[in-house]
């Protein structure tokens, strides 16, 4: 399941991490693309620096099933938690700029191979998160959203989550060395076929 690779990236997706997955079986982060034998190999990203932004992402019909019936507030909230998945696990992580405050790329389509060319128009970003760049250009044929601007105070808010997740990420705790003290301190509570639907209860032993 999606719940059981992600996982296995927090636990910086060690091909040798056991854990029972959703059916109940006993498996390693193999099992669900666990390709790292040390978590320094683990780079974790939710959107990559040049292609859409999380935020315009979330938008696309392809993703509307994620967040159908959402408010832009509780949108803002889903974002972070999108980015607290790479913040909190094992490894390293990337974040696309403005990620923290709901950057949008006008909500275009952009491309691996578009976004290095896609203009100032389509790739400004306002650092001090007074505006917001939604909608300053033709949106992707294939968002859902005809208007998708923020107000201040969901960037901001997202912003200052973003913070106090960082906060928490710069604990030792989150940047084990080995894969055999991952392996002896990483834990996950909530799992097998008897798990509560969408939960992640990790712990790692100081």
């Not at 408010?71 to 607290?84: E, F, G, N, R």
């Amino acid at each position: 399941s999606k719940i059981d690779r992600i996982r296995v990236g927090l636990a910086g997706g060690l091909s040798s991490f056991p854990f029972y997955d959703g059916r109940g079986l006993l498996l390693t982060g193999e099992a669900y693309d666990g390709t790292a034998s040390a978590p320094q190999d683990n780079v974790t990203f939710v959107s990559a620096y040049n292609t859409q932004t999380l935020w315009d992402m979330m938008h696309n019909d392809t993703n509307s099933a994620l967040t159908s019936g959402l408010t832009s507030a509780q949108k803002a909230d889903a974002q972070v938690v999108y980015l607290s998945i790479p913040l909190l696990s094992q490894g390293s992580s990337q974040f696309q700029l403005g990620s923290e405050f709901l950057r949008s790329k006008a909500g275009a389509d952009i491309t691996s191979s578009s976004g290095y060319n896609a203009g100032d128009l389509i790739t400004f970003i306002d650092f001090t998160q007074a505006t917001h760049n939604w909608g300053v250009a033709e949106p992707s044929s294939s968002s859902s959203a005809t208007n998708a601007t923020p107000s201040t105070a969901e960037m901001t808010g997202a912003y200052d989550k973003f913070v106090q997740l960082m906060a928490i990420s710069d604990s030792p705790l989150f940047s084990i060395e080995s894969a055999d003290e991952v392996l002896a301190r990483v834990g996950f509570h909530n799992q097998g076929g008897q798990q509560t639907p969408g939960l992640i209860l990790m712990s790692i032993d100081d």
